[in-house]
């Protein structure tokens, strides 16, 4: 099994410029999430998912949408990047949503 | 609102002694406390996890206490060694139309030789 498989590790945008920020898993989770790290503020839940079809707000979705049209993607839409989006994006799975969570290895984006 | 809040921010221990990281939260119907470390560079990884119907769980020199009443918890590791110089998060499951797992700020552990 690959796990959690977040592309890409790395990304550069300009202001005002969209991207997708890609999430995978291979386990058939049902539980998915978007967490955003920056210093000294933890983990902060953007958006999650609790199977297919069905998602919910976390603590910091404003400027994030999301969609889960499979078991198995959990993508992560930003609309229009503000320098305040820059952060590193962890994506999570897990069996349930009061289990074990899997993280990728981490999304790096930069918004000048 | 809902959160967790973690303390201390950093913690420095000399190896061989004890380190404890508390956490508060703040809904009364959580009830899975899991605790992640992470490494430099590194996606958080869980360490140990413990739910509301167990006061105390130990893992070798890891050990997590649950206070339901006072709605805090705690990471207890003992006999520090290098390799356990980290971010530690602890985090609990939140429920308002599903529920999700809200994190702490982290404690930043460093082992001093």
């Known amino acids: 099994n690959a796990g959690v498989t977040q592309t890409p590790k790395f990304q550069v945008l300009k202001t005002g410029q969209s991207m997708t920020l890609q999430c995978a898993q291979d386990m058939n989770h049902e539980y998915m999430s978007w967490y955003r790290q920056d210093p000294g503020m933890g983990l902060r839940l953007i958006h999650y998912s609790v199977g297919a079809g069905i998602t919910d707000q976390g603590e910091v979705p404003n400027g994030y949408n999301v969609s889960r049209s499979t078991t198995e993607d959990f993508p992560l839409r930003l609309l229009s990047a503000a320098p305040s989006q820059t952060s590193v994006y962890f994506c999570a799975s897990s069996r349930t949503s009061t289990g074990e969570l899997f993280f990728g290895e981490g999304s790096r984006l930069t918004v000048l | 609102g809902e959160n967790v809040e973690q303390h201390p921010s950093t913690l420095s221990v000399q190896e061989g002694d004890s380190a404890v990281i508390k956490c508060t939260y703040s809904?009364?119907?959580?009830?899975?406390f899991p605790w992640y470390k992470q490494e430099l560079g590194k996606r958080p990884q869980l360490i140990i996890d413990?739910?509301?119907?167990?006061g105390e769980k130990k893992d070798q020199r890891i050990a997590v206490t649950l206070n339901k009443t006072a709605k805090h918890f705690s990471l207890h590791i003992t006999e520090t060694q290098p390799e356990d110089s980290a971010v530690y998060f602890c985090?609990?499951?939140?429920?308002?139309?599903?529920?999700?797992?809200?994190f702490g700020s982290g404690t930043r552990l460093s082992i001093r030789p």
């Open positions: 809904d009364s119907a959580s009830n899975y």
């Open positions: 985090a609990a499951d939140l429920y308002s139309s599903a529920s999700k797992i809200i």
């Open positions: 413990i739910r509301s119907n167990v």
